[in-house]
């Protein structure tokens, strides 16, 4: 039975390393995409460069959201501002279906181009602006999925965070009697018994002494 659940978590953690590599390769593709055709959109079509640019700052704040703080807190907040979320992502989802129909009603003519090289250059661009229209609706499906589960999941609790336990300072006893400091040899009136050796140690020196007795070396 412990080799059957070893077995299973090892291909379970295979499998969610394999959809990590996956989705990353996924999102440096589409945000090289993004910084290429925010610059080529701007001279082809001012709807669809604003799109990219609102798809690339999207894609900037939830990807930064995910490797800061971590799905769970992502989940977090989609569920305390589930509403917006909810009115945003169907505003996002409607603008993408729209540019989909338009990448897929898209007919470029040869005859319209002076040249070849012209039409070429022409359809790789609207070619390029397409591919990164369609992968960003497959991102927002599996983005319409994590809101789904976010939203029948509920808040997820935090585990709180470890205080760390700071060691008590050591009672020490002061003794107001003029007496020579077995450390610095000088009289003074204030000493402090921290130690089981009953040296007197004069209160300046006991400041500088760093939890250690400073004349058996022994810690307190």
């Known amino acids: ?49 604003v799109y990219i640019l609102l798809s690339l700052l999207l894609f900037m704040y939830s990807n930064m959201i995910i490797i800061i703080c971590g799905l769970n807190d992502l989940i977090n907040i989609i ?22 129909k338009h990448c897929q009603n898209t007919f470029i003519n040869p005859n319209d181009y002076q040249n070849n090289n012209e039409y070429l250059l022409h359809k790789n661009r609207v070619i390029s602006i397409c591919v990164t229209i369609y992968m960003t609706f ?14 029948k999941k509920g808040p997820i609790e935090q585990p709180p965070v470890p205080v760390p336990q700071i060691e008590p300072i050591p009672v020490i006893s002061i003794i107001i009697d003029k007496q020579e400091c077995a450390v610095c040899y000088e009289e003074k009136e204030k000493f402090g ?26 810690p307190f």
């Open 193 to 218: 018994n921290i130690c089981k050796c009953n040296q007197k140690t004069c209160e300046e020196c006991l400041k500088k002494c760093n939890r250690v007795c400073p004349t058996c070396r022994q």
């Open 1 to 49: 039975m412990y080799i059957d659940n070893r077995l299973i978590n090892n291909v379970y953690n295979m499998f969610l390393s394999i959809i990590y590599i996956i989705y990353t390769m996924y999102t440096l593709i589409l945000f090289t995409l993004y910084l290429l055709n925010t610059i080529i959109s701007y001279y082809y079509n001012k709807f669809i460069f």
């Open 138 to 151: 497959v991102l927002e499906v599996l983005f319409m999925g994590l809101i789904l589960y976010a939203l």
């Open 79 to 100: 569920h305390s501002y589930k509403k917006n979320t909810i009115i945003t992502f169907v505003l996002y989802l409607t603008y993408t279906i729209i540019l989909v």
